[in-house]
């Protein structure tokens, strides 16, 4: 059973270009959370979606930033317009669907560069 | 609202000595504890966790935490740590709220063990 997967691990855009950031679910894992890890700070959450929902966005920036998870395919965060402050690296992770206190598990991450 | 903290921002030990990585949370609900361990350019993964019963959990790489009610801790050791323990630590908090379940991450324990 493969783990969560993201792609690409590092991504490199010039300001102003856009990010698109990628992340495979464990298998048999509904839900999906973002989360960004800016350098010396701990991890800070994002957005939680589930399959064509977002349950909680409370964490996206109100601008630039959004969040999907198709019915197929993978959850993509997208970064519009990049700015230097959004160098970090962001982790998807993925929980089963039912059940307090479940894990999450963590893809590997990918660095964004914005130069 | 939860909060986690992480009194340590960094924590050097000798090799084989013990070590204890503090965690203190806030919550006025029922939460779940987590210990995630992140290795350099890798993502999160999970060390140990608490749900209920006995207060002292134990998880891999030789690792334990316990649970304190009263003193809303979580503090993780390890007897006799190794080189390959150098990693930062994260203690993570889990409640439901929401309709769902909602993870606080505290700012993360650099352990760096000195040969």
């Known amino acids: 059973n493969a783990g969560v997967m993201q792609n690409p691990r590092h991504l490199v855009r010039r300001r102003g270009q856009e990010a698109r950031l990628r992340c495979s679910p464990m298998?048999?894992?509904?839900?999906v959370y973002w989360y960004r890890q800016l350098p010396e700070e701990g991890l800070k959450f994002m957005v939680y979606?589930?399959?064509?929902?977002?349950?909680?966005e409370s964490g996206m920036p109100k601008e630039r930033f959004s969040a999907e998870f198709p019915k197929e395919g993978p959850s993509i965060l997208r970064i519009q317009q990049v700015v230097r402050g959004d160098s970090a690296a962001y982790f998807c992770?993925?929980?089963?669907?039912?059940?307090?206190?479940?894990?999450?598990?963590f893809g590997p991450g990918t660095r964004l560069t914005v130069l | 609202a939860q909060s986690v903290t992480q009194l340590d921002s960094q924590v050097p030990v000798f090799e084989e000595a013990p070590v204890e990585l503090r965690c203190n949370y806030s919550s006025s609900v029922s939460v779940y504890l987590f210990w995630y361990v992140q290795y350099p350019n890798q993502g999160l993964q999970l060390l140990l966790k608490?749900?209920?019963?006995?207060?002292l959990v134990k998880g891999i790489n030789g690792f334990e935490a316990e649970f304190n009610k009263s003193q809303t801790s979580f503090h993780l050791r390890k007897p006799s740590v190794h080189i390959s323990d150098t990693a930062e630590y994260f203690c993570?908090?889990?409640?439901?709220?929401?309709?769902?379940?909602?993870?606080?991450f505290g700012t993360g324990t650099k352990l760096q063990v000195i040969p």
């Open positions: 298998k048999g894992h509904s839900h």
């Open positions: 992770a993925s929980s089963p669907p039912l059940g307090l206190g479940n894990e999450q598990f």
């Open positions: 608490y749900l209920s019963g006995s207060t």
């Open positions: 993570a908090v889990t409640y439901l709220g929401g309709g769902y379940q909602k993870v606080t």
């Open positions: 979606l589930q399959k064509e929902n977002i349950i909680d």
